[in-house]
Structure formats: structure tokens, C-alpha cells
């Protein structure tokens, strides 16, 4: 099993440091592997971010987002790592993500995680 890297993402300059605006963005196709079967993990992640000086790239976040589909790893885990390498990478005022899990065997999960407080 891989091991997902932050050095893929990417950023550009925030054009509105001076200004806190909400960004989100929603990750309908998530993919991960449960570590105790190897079968794979459907979700939807929704990143909401206000940045600070720089953004990140979109399709860098895809790939970035593409090496956890052989990634074996809870939810739990899946979501924390996320959350930590886009805050190492971007510095953002706050950060929220929210990762919601298709129901296996009738339960359904959703994790969120956080960083910072909201300043919007």
C-alpha cells in the first residue's frame, strides 16, 4: 500500500489576503482502503478553508486526493492526514473538512475535523 505524500499539492497566491472569504470544495468521488479487508472506501470530502496567503491547487489537491486509493487507513486516519497536510501546506486562517463515508453494512460514517477558528 502507498503512502499519501503533501508534496503533490500545490498553491497559488491568495489575490485577497487582506480579505477572509470562504472557500469550499467538494470531493464527491474519495476513495480510500479499509485496512482490515482492503476493500475500498467510498465518501464525499467537503474542504471549507478562509486562506491565509495562498490557496491550493485544484488539480493538485485530484491527485493528491487519487493517492489514497491504495491507502489503507481508517476513516479516522484518512481524514486527520488530509486536514494536517493541507494545513502544513497552505497556513490557512481556519480549515474544516468533512468526510462522509458511503454506509457499509448499514452504518454510515462521517468525520470532521478542524483547525483554527472560523473568522467568517
Known amino acids: 500500500m ?5 508534496d503533490t499539492l500545490e ?6 489576503p487582506d480579505r477572509n472569504y470562504l472557500i469550499d470544495t467538494v470531493c464527491p ?10 476493500h475500498p472506501d ?11 496567503q495562498v ?4 488539480k493538485s489537491l485530484k491527485l493528491y486526493l487519487q493517492e489514497f ?10 481524514t486527520n492526514t488530509i486536514l494536517d497536510d493541507l494545513v502544513a501546506v497552505t497556513s490557512p ?3 474544516k473538512i468533512e468526510a462522509s463515508f458511503t454506509p457499509r453494512g ?3 460514517t462521517v468525520v470532521t475535523v478542524e483547525h483554527g477558528t472560523r473568522p467568517v
Not at 2 to 6: H, I, K, L, Q
Open 29 to 38: 468521488e474519495f476513495t480510500s482502503l479499509c485496512p482490515k479487508t482492503g
Open 55 to 58: 490557496c491550493y491547487e485544484l
Open 2 to 6: 502507498t503512502t499519501p505524500s503533501r
Open 106 to 108: 448499514g452504518i454510515k
Open 93 to 95: 486562517r481556519w480549515m
Open 11 to 16: 498553491t497559488f497566491e491568495n489575490p485577497y
Open 69 to 78: 486509493r491504495n491507502y489503507g487507513a481508517f476513516y479516522e486516519r484518512v
Open 42 to 52: 467510498f465518501g464525499t470530502l467537503t474542504i471549507s478553508y478562509v486562506a491565509d
